[in-house]
């Protein structure tokens, strides 16, 4: 039988952190060293399309079996690891709860009541966790707690412990990938103050996760369906070349660094129909960023957005930081996990423009130490 969930804020047992996506498994091993970290592993291994479809695991016995070949061929011993779910297939609030509550009181109101008034789905399908934040006086002068509620349905939670149970592997982390990545840039969201707000643009294979961040917790995410292969797709298909799971293609392209009517003007887009098709999604990804910030902005007093952070195999394009910066006026900055985290790692096999998709399991690798 299979061991059930029990928490996405759970301690580990000392492991190794595991990504799975859509077109790749991420694999690292850190250990403590001094004031740092030192990386012990870092693998990734192509996943074989059909394994994993929109963000869900769709053949367990083949995602099992991918795991257990790329931990032998990498000489990895593991019992327990960490992994994370997609942001998409999960629910993150913040909700305000009385101060009085003792533990099992607030435990009992967070997953038996107030859950169920966000959740999309009953109850009873969902896994549910939560972490306290900190404590605050509402308008009307109580006292109340921050609460951060998490969750997930239940089939996918399971789908996933099923899945590295078969793999002969245990869950000691289960969470958000968000989480992960906040995790391993925590260092540089500490200099923003509590009313100001950094936004993390993690552009993953097949959609990009917004999440605007204030004092290192989520308060706001979005999904939208534009990630890398979207963006190869136009590449090729602009190009006339077959379409391919491969973005070797995409991280080569450079973004043009003037603004996208200073390009337009110049002729670059008429005489490069690839790029051009790649500027047309960037722009109306760009939008939709737009369109997030002033949804939350709206609703929110005396704050404003700091910094936009740009993650995922397709936050490193060259050049993408400044097209974001000019198009939303707003700086912009692609993380380099590897850097940030003063990691040692053979340059040429982990080049700058792959590192930004990095940042979610080095941020798992980080909760195991």
Known sequence: MVKGFSSFFGK??????????????????LRKQRQGLKLESLTTVPVPEGLITDGQISDPP?????IQQSLAANKIKASRVATCIPGRDSLVRIIPVPAELDDQELRDMVLNHEAALYL??????????????????????????????VATRKEVTDTYINTFQEAGLAIDILEINSFALIRTIRDQLRVFGPQEAAVLVDIEFDNTEIAIIINGVPQFSRTVPIGAY??????SRAMNLPPSRDIDMLQGMTIPSTSVDSVGKSGLLSNNPGMSAMLRLLGELADELRRSIDFYLNQSENLEVSQIFLAGPGGGLEQLDEFFSQRLSLPTNQIDPISSLSLEVDMEKYPLVQRAGLGIVLGLGMREV
């Not at 083949?62 to 991918?66: E, I, R, T, Y």
């Open 62 to 66: 083949g995602v099992a079996q991918l």
């Open 230 to 235: 979207q963006l190869q797709t136009a590449l």
């Open 120 to 149: 999309p789905y009953p109850r009873e399908e969902a896994d549910v966790d939560y972490q306290k934040l900190g404590y605050f006086v509402d308008e009307d002068g109580i006292e109340k707690i921050q609460v951060l509620l």
């Open 12 to 29: 580990s047992n000392k492991g190794i952190g595991i990504e799975l996506a859509p077109e790749r498994l991420n694999i690292v091993q």
